[in-house]
């Protein structure tokens, strides 16, 4: 099984300001995805990250507030800009397993934004 | 579109019992895969189970157990003698091949397992 890490595990941020979220992979994935998850909620969907090119947003997502990147097979960046509070929740990036359907997660990012 | 509900919220069990978390989907598309998946409190999503629509065996991995019936598009799990350990929440997903591999996920059940 793939292992996924995030950068900041966790972090308060100010109205405003923006944070990057890196998520590394530690072997290839074909598909990598970030989700959110507000407070006591289910995950949704933000967006599927593509290499090399542009992200594939869900509904309600656009990248003027989400921008991602992935480079390469095994990195991508989700930044979350001129944050307000209601950007409080976990980001999670995942992975889809080239071997079949297993999709493994980060430990998430904890996002507080006062 | 796809959809899965997970009617149960909360379940509070004393340990050693046995729970039965349901999980019903909605898709219209044949090939599928279901998924569940623990969130313990510290956040990070475990991976459980992953079973694809041809096939309905029951699957059983120590006290974890899953009940997949495309009869009635259930994909239930049971922990046998719950644990305290087992306290967390449990996710059942849903992921359409076809749609770009993207998981949908139901709301979620808290168990609470106490002594």
């Known amino acids: 099984s793939a292992v996924i890490s995030q950068k900041p595990s966790r972090d308060i941020c100010q109205r405003g300001t923006s944070l990057t979220i890196q998520c590394q992979v530690d072997?290839?994935?074909?598909?990598m995805f970030w989700y959110r998850q507000q407070p006591g909620q289910s995950l949704t969907l933000i967006a599927t990250?593509?290499?090399?090119?542009?992200?594939?947003?869900e509904s309600g997502f656009v990248i003027d507030k989400f921008p991602i990147s992935r480079p390469n097979l095994t990195f991508s960046t989700l930044t979350v800009s001129n944050m307000s509070p209601e950007d409080s929740s976990i980001y999670l990036c995942?992975?889809?397993?080239?071997?079949?359907?297993?999709?493994?997660f980060g430990p998430g990012t904890r996002l507080t934004v006062t | 579109a796809q959809k899965v509900t997970q009617a149960q919220t909360e379940i509070s069990v004393v340990e050693k019992e046995d729970v039965t978390l349901d999980c019903v989907y909605e898709?219209?598309?044949?090939?599928?895969?279901l998924f569940w998946y623990k969130q313990p409190p510290s956040g990070e999503l475990v991976f459980l189970i992953r079973?694809?629509?041809?096939?309905?065996q029951n699957e059983i991995s120590g006290r974890y157990s899953w009940n997949f019936q495309k009869s009635t598009s259930s994909f239930n799990f049971t922990i046998t003698a719950s644990q305290v350990v087992d306290s967390a929440v449990y996710f059942c997903?849903?992921?359409?091949?076809?749609?770009?591999?993207?998981?949908?996920f139901g709301t979620g059940t808290q168990l609470k397992v106490e002594l």
């Open positions: 079973r694809n629509s041809f096939d309905e």
């Open positions: 990250a593509n290499q090399g090119s542009e992200a594939t947003y």
């Open positions: 898709t219209r598309d044949t090939t599928y895969y």
């Open positions: 997903a849903l992921m359409i091949t076809r749609g770009g591999n993207k998981l949908t």
């Open positions: 995942s992975g889809l397993s080239p071997l079949g359907g297993e999709q493994y």
């Open positions: 072997s290839q994935v074909t598909m």
